[in-house]
């Protein structure tokens, strides 16, 4: 398993941008993908974006496509998600997980982080 500490959420105005960093342990990161979901009050968490364990392929929800760019650094062992052009609606608790997949839906079958929080005012 590894473990995940996700970092650079905060408050910010609509239009603005945002880092999340997610710092991985253990010796196995580079060989899972990686993906980062979000859960909003009262709502169910959702897939926001999915890189592959070489960084080669990149996967985004669509209401994120050109605005958000995941990426990772292996040998940081660490995933990053940009968020430029934030919305209201992207207000949430954002997750890092390790070992995603696309199961129909995208899920995580690794680890999760604790999340960091997002709040975009307008």
């Known amino acids: 398993q590894v473990g995940l500490v996700e970092s650079g959420g905060g408050l910010v105005q609509a239009g603005g941008s945002l880092r999340l960093s997610c710092a991985a342990s253990?010796?196995?990161?580079?060989?899972?993908?990686m993906g980062w979901f979000r859960q909003a009050p009262g709502k169910e968490r959702e897939f926001v974006a999915a890189?592959?364990?070489?960084?080669?392929?990149?996967y985004y929800r669509d209401s994120v496509k050109g605005r958000f760019t995941i990426s990772r650094d292996n040998a940081k062992n660490t995933v990053y998600l940009q968020m430029n052009s934030l919305k209201p609606e992207d207000t949430a608790v954002y997750y890092c997980?390790?070992?995603?997949?696309?199961?129909?839906?995208?899920?995580?079958?690794?680890?999760w982080g604790q999340g960091t929080q997002v709040t975009v005012s307008s």
């Open positions: 890189i592959s364990w070489s960084g080669g392929n990149t």
């Open positions: 997980a390790s070992d995603v997949r696309s199961m129909g839906s995208w899920s995580a079958l690794g680890s």
């Open positions: 253990g010796r196995t990161f580079s060989t899972y993908a």
